[in-house]
């Protein structure tokens, strides 16, 4: 019963995603510097992060410690993997916050909760519980080395990007927005989010399954749109922007 359950709810998220997509490119999440009023409740950012991304980092781990395969050696790893980006992100990430004031719709971390209790319960459940043991040899899989590659690398570009966003405001400027310059700045409006969409399709390479391509495509989805908006935003707001730079794929987009 729980297995026709698991699947209905990850086909739902593909579902979803196509939804996101769609809906995203006309409704700009009211978060950031696209904050609006009209959205109920507000808080302070930094509690948001937190409280919508612990999900994430828990609920695996719940799985991984209820399931079969505790003792493989891939298992481990793909825990460890997953558990770095929720650790920074939620303990991290939202401490490094700048921002004082209520400006994050309750609304938004309510249906981040959501999702984050979600995605962690269809990965976990299949890679720990569901999913045939991925024996040694996996570490020797081409999939799981590109992967894993491909995850770090994306990791990588995301914490450094968030780095520059989170310094180029100075002490006591308040929400003061200013061009970005260094890492993949050079190339795109929001690094940040193509290191992350880098680093998820990494993860649905390195563990070869379903869920982690529902994350992948999920992550594409919300973020895509969001990095055109930026994109937009930036060259309405700044005559000077690079004109060069472009929204979220090198060269590219």
Known sequence: MEKIIYNILLISLFVIS?????VLFFINAPYGRFTSRGWGI???????????????????????????KKDSIVAIIFICMWSIHYFQRTFIYS?????????????????????????????????????PVYDIGWLADIRFIAGSIIFFAGFAINLYSDYILRNLRKKGEGNVY????????????????FGEIIEWAGWAIATWSLPGLAFAVFTIANLAPRAVANHKWYQKNFPGYPKKRKALIPFIL
């Not at 196509?18 to 769609?22: G, K, M, R």
């Not at 209520?102 to 979600?118: D, E, R």
């Not at 200013?178 to 989010?193: A, H, L, V």
């Open 42 to 68: 507000r808080i302070n950012p930094k509690i948001a992060w937190f409280i919508m991304e612990c999900p994430a980092f828990f609920v695996i781990l719940l799985y991984f410690f209820a399931g079969n």
């Open 95 to 131: 401490l490094l916050l700048k921002s004082k004031k209520n400006t994050f719709p309750v609304l938004v971390v309510l249906f981040s909760i959501l999702f984050n209790t979600l995605n962690g319960y269809l990965n976990g459940r299949y890679l720990f519980y569901f999913a």
């Open 18 to 22: 196509v939804l996101v997509f769609v």
């Open 178 to 193: 200013k061009i970005p310059f260094g890492g993949f700045f050079k190339y795109i409006s929001s690094p940040n989010y």
